[in-house]
């Protein structure tokens, strides 16, 4: 998630999470901030491999995590290689590079709608075998190609790739965390964006379970659609942490 561009300075504050995905209870289980080079920022850039090893070890300790369906910016061998050390399967959609074009160009001119490609990573920190799976792309226009770990053939390349769409909950998580629970501020001070950002995602977290409970206290559908509005849960806490006059 990126907030805060301000004008000609362009500066922006970035932060990374892990979430659960399902179909019934969206919860963020992890928060990393994310540093990169800058005019105006003399930290060092962090390594976004070792943002995700953070994010996957903290996740762990509280769910086992099967499968992590990362966003094209994860897309570098170094989390690849990173995601296969944690024992943890994953599937990120690639950069379309010249040579991914080319496969492409290939594809089409052999009238393939579907391809995999076997391919392996080599880094500093290790190595394994993984495969590139050329689809079509969900809007219709084109391919896509994904990156994985698992063993999959071109016969359920496409259904299998099907599994990403599920992040689209993480894009009405952001929508939520930003709307209905992020403060707002003009503070240059990465502390104080980290502090309100974090705080919006514990307020998110609360939403979300005490929508999960009420669901489950009725033996109601366990459906992504919310009972209790994010509106009606942030009257709730601040009633309980403003005392009436």
Known sequence: MVS???GEEERAFKFATLSIIGQNIPLVLAVEPIRESSAWDRN???QVHRVVRRLVQRAKEHVPVETVLCDREFDSKRVYQTLSNLGVNYLI????NSTEREAIETMEANGQAVAVESASVHVESGSHSMQFLYVPSTNGEGTTVFATNLRIGPEEAESFCRRYSHRWQIENEYKSIKNDFLAKTSSKDYRVRLFYFVFAVLLYNIWR?????LKAGVDGEMDYAPVLTAGECVEVVVSALIPPD
């Open 209 to 213: 379970l005490t929508d999960f409970l």
């Open 93 to 96: 959609p690639t950069r379309i």
């Open 44 to 46: 060092p850039p962090n």
């Open 4 to 6: 805060g561009v301000q």
